[in-house]
């Protein structure tokens, strides 16, 4: 989004207050001056205890980190904000959300105060000009955000927002409203997905929910298919999931934790490339596989 842009958007603004409002659009054109393009991520948070154990996919999760340049901002989509309709939080300071229940009080203990950007979110808002996004000033951050989020950057000193999930909507139109996003990419943005492309809680195994690498035949087939779509560029069969038959169904049996990953893939552009990371099963029926695209 050009100054422009901003200028006709805060025109449109209630007149009180808007000194204040369009300074600080000002300034947050100012501030994302024309970057280097940013990466996109897709990140397999899997179980919240993550945000809190030493393990290889938090260590992933830091490698990671240090192969980006330090972003202006984050855009989370997580698996576990479902909304009807499209929203951003716009808050200044975001609360952080323990949306879990009977894991240890250290877990309930985690904060992460990373500021919010009210101008990030405004921006998103304009940019997108396919349906309308509401900004909202209640949600925070949940574990799907800050549980990886807080191993990237553990001085919770970059702004962040989140996008809700439509749960109204099929996948194909995820995969196009992430496409509205690309310019953020060049404004220093860095756009996160967060969730598992595996994940059936219903089949879990928990006598090896600590064991790493373990995998029903059926979720090592579909994560390898997946991951075959993935590394060749070829998204259409992942946007129609649903027509992927019976081990997909059984990796996606609710878009939720599937469809944040869509948002990171539609933002590859030709010949961009894409490295995949925490490629490991849990549980028998969930995988950690991730991947940074640029």
Same mark, same amino acid.
């Given at each position: 989004? !050009?100054?422009k /842009?901003?200028?006709?958007?805060?025109?449109?603004?209630?007149?009180?207050?808007? $000194? =204040?409002?369009? !300074?600080?659009? !000002?300034?947050?054109?100012?501030?994302?001056?024309?970057t280097?393009?940013?990466? =996109?991520?897709?990140?397999?948070?899997?179980?919240?205890?993550? $945000?809190?154990?030493?393990?290889?996919? =938090?260590?992933?999760?830091?490698?990671?980190?240090?192969?980006?340049?330090?972003?202006?901002?984050?855009?989370?989509?997580?698996?576990?904000?479902?909304?009807?309709?499209?929203?951003?939080? $716009?808050?200044?300071?975001?609360?952080?959300i323990?949306?879990?229940?009977?894991?240890?009080?250290?877990?309930?203990?985690?904060?992460?105060?990373?500021?919010?950007?009210p101008e990030? &979110? /405004?921006?998103?808002?304009?940019?997108?000009?396919?349906?309308?996004?509401?900004?909202?000033?209640?949600?925070?951050?949940?574990?799907? @955000?800050?549980?990886?989020?807080?191993h990237?950057?553990p001085?919770?000193?970059?702004?962040?927002? /989140?996008? @809700?999930?439509?749960y *109204?909507?099929?996948?194909?139109?995820?995969?196009?409203?992430?496409?509205?996003? &690309?310019?953020?990419?060049?404004?220093?943005?860095?756009?996160?997905?967060?969730?598992?492309?595996?994940?059936?809680?219903?089949?879990?195994?928990?006598? !090896?929910?600590? *064991?790493?690498?373990?995998?029903?035949?059926?979720?090592?087939?579909?994560?390898?298919?997946?991951?075959?779509?993935?590394?060749?560029?070829?998204?259409?069969?992942?946007?129609?999931?649903?027509?992927?038959?019976?081990?997909?169904?059984?990796?996606?049996?609710?878009?939720e934790?599937?469809?944040?990953?869509?948002?990171?893939l539609?933002? /590859?552009?030709?010949?961009?490339?894409?490295?995949?990371?925490?490629?490991? $099963?849990?549980?028998? &029926?969930?995988?950690?596989? @991730?991947?940074?695209?640029?």
């Amino acid at each position: 989004m !050009n100054r422009k /842009q901003f200028l006709a958007a805060a025109a449109a603004l209630p007149l009180t207050g808007l $000194a =204040v409002k369009l !300074n600080s659009l !000002n300034k947050f054109v100012d501030e994302l001056n024309h970057t280097a393009k940013m990466p =996109v991520l897709f990140l397999g948070h899997g179980s919240p205890m993550n $945000a809190i154990e030493e393990n290889e996919f =938090v260590q992933g999760f830091r490698k990671i980190s240090h192969e980006i340049e330090k972003p202006t901002a984050i855009l989370v989509v997580s698996a576990h904000w479902e909304t009807r309709g499209t929203f951003v939080t $716009a808050m200044e300071n975001p609360t952080t959300i323990h949306d879990f229940g009977g894991f240890p009080q250290a877990l309930f203990d985690v904060q992460y105060p990373a500021p919010g950007s009210p101008e990030l &979110a /405004q921006a998103v808002k304009e940019i997108v000009g396919s349906k309308e996004v509401h900004l909202d000033e209640k949600w925070g951050l949940d574990h799907g @955000s800050w549980s990886v989020v807080k191993h990237l950057y553990p001085n919770a000193d970059v702004p962040i927002i /989140q996008m @809700s999930i439509d749960y *109204t909507q099929p996948a194909s139109h995820h995969y196009a409203l992430a496409k509205e996003l &690309a310019a953020l990419r060049r404004k220093g943005v860095l756009i996160i997905g967060s969730g598992n492309i595996v994940h059936n809680l219903g089949l879990v195994s928990w006598k !090896n929910l600590n *064991t790493v690498g373990y995998a029903f035949d059926w979720a090592q087939t579909a994560n390898e298919k997946m991951k075959e779509y993935i590394n060749s560029g070829n998204h259409a069969p992942l946007i129609d999931f649903h027509k992927q038959g019976k081990e997909f169904q059984l990796a996606i049996p609710t878009p939720e934790h599937y469809i944040p990953m869509l948002y990171a893939l539609a933002l /590859q552009e030709k010949n961009e490339e894409l490295t995949i990371f925490n490629d490991a $099963a849990v549980a028998g &029926a969930l995988t950690m596989t @991730s991947f940074k695209i640029g």
